[in-house]
C-alpha cells in the first residue's frame, strides 16, 4: 500500500494517519514517534517540496586561551582532575593559562612558556597539598578511627 505511493505526496505522519484512520494500524500500534510529533508539531511541515534552508558559512571562533590550550594539552600538562565542589572553580588548565600569562608578561621566552608554566603549577599544587595536610587534623584522626577500631574487633 505504502509502497504505491511516491515520497512527494505525502510525509509519513500522512501517511500513519491514513492507515490510522483506514483501520491499516490499530491504535496500539501506532509508532512511538506519532504521539510526540502530535504533541510537538514542528514549526515548518517537512515536506518534500520545502525549499532548501539558506545555510550560512560558520565563523571559525578561536579565542587566544585556545591556542594556549592546545599547546599544553597537545604536551599533556592539561588533564588534570576538575572539583566540581571547588568554591573557587580554577581547573588545571585554567590555572595553567593564568601562570602562562604571568610568566609572557615577566619576558620568559615563547619556547618555554609552557614547560615553565606546568612546572610552577605543579609545585604551587605540591605547595598546596603540604599545606593542607598539616592544616589537616582529620587525617591523622582517620588513622586513629581506623586503629581504635581495630582495637575494639581485637578485644573480646
Known sequence: ????RLERIGTIVTRVEGLLLRGGIKPDDRPLWYDVYKAFPPLVEP??????????PIKPILY?????????????????A????????????????????????EGVLESELVEKSAAAVEIERQD???LKNTRAPEATSQSQITEHLKDIFNEK
Open 1 to 4: 500500500m505504502a509502497s504505491s
Open 47 to 56: 515536506k518534500y517540496a520545502r525549499p532548501k534552508p539558506d545555510i550560512k
Open 64 to 80: 587566544h586561551e585556545d591556542v594556549i590550550r592546545a599547546k599544553f594539552h597537545s604536551n599533556g600538562y592539561g588533564m588534570g
Open 82 to 105: 576538575v572539583n566540581m565542589l571547588s568554591p573557587t572553580g580554577e581547573s588545571h588548565t585554567k590555572r595553567l593559562l593564568k601562570q602562562y600569562e604571568k610568566l609572557k608578561r
Open 128 to 130: 598546596y597539598t603540604k
